[in-house]
């Protein structure tokens, strides 16, 4: 009840496409949930989290998109760009006394020229 | 840059060794979180200290240990290390562990290659 299942593992877009990457959660309980962005070699980067009261988040070519009731989330990538070219990871945490994050497995995203 | 710092970048090693990984979070934030990424497990949260405390474990085995200090880096320890410990080890800090911040800054993270 703990995974966050990610999809697809990889995708390849052409420059100025829309890339989109889809997650799943289980846990009811969980009520944050933060993309985050890696390039090889660095940690990941806080890209953008949406919180459950909202169903759309937007910054700059960065959208998440949000379905409560069908427990899943999505990050949309706008006019996507050859350095958008990373692994991106969707995650979800719950209140409480902590609030370690819950990653998907990663999408590797790969925008050509 | 997150501002969270992790040393050592890279560490070899032997199995049956022991090292300790250090980190310093971001001014202002008392959480600290380690997590593991291997080509397997992916991301995996490790264990989060709050101003000192320990306050949460998770896939954590019991030859890894950490601990955070008084000003508030922290360390994590591993030991009888295997091959399959080879991994990124990643720490992160947030202002605190719970309530409407739910931010997490990650450092650049600790390869630890076990030889």
């Known amino acids: 009840q703990q995974q966050v299942k990610q999809s697809p593992q990889s995708l390849i877009v052409q420059k100025g496409g829309i890339s989109i990457i889809n997650c799943a959660y289980e846990n009811t309980a969980f009520d944050y949930f933060p993309w985050y962005q890696q390039f090889p070699g660095k940690g990941p980067a806080l890209l953008i989290a949406i919180r459950p009261d909202v169903s759309e988040k937007k910054e700059g070519r960065f959208t998440i998109s949000f379905n409560k009731s069908a427990k899943q989330f999505s990050l949309h990538i706008m006019d996507s760009q050859p350095g958008d070219s990373a692994t991106y990871f969707c995650a979800a945490s719950m209140g409480g006394s902590a609030r370690q994050l819950t990653f998907g497995s990663g999408t590797q995203l790969t925008v050509l020229p | 840059d997150s501002g969270v710092t992790q040393t050592p970048k890279h560490l070899i090693t032997a199995t049956g060794q022991r090292v300790t990984l250090r980190c310093s979070p971001r001014?202002?934030?008392?959480?600290v979180y380690w997590y593991q990424q291997s080509l397997d497990q992916g991301l995996q949260f490790l264990i989060q200290y709050y101003n000192g405390e320990e306050r949460a474990k998770g896939n954590i085995l019991e030859r890894f240990s950490a601990q955070q200090f008084p000003d508030l880096h922290s360390e994590l320890n591993l030991s009888s290390l295997e091959l399959g410990d080879s991994a990124l080890y990643f720490c992160?800090?947030?202002?605190?562990?719970?309530?409407?911040?739910?931010?997490?800054?990650f450092g650049p993270g600790t390869r630890l290659t076990v030889t």
């Open positions: 001014s202002g934030d008392l959480s």
């Open positions: 992160a800090s947030s202002v605190e562990p719970s309530g409407s911040r739910g931010e997490q800054y």
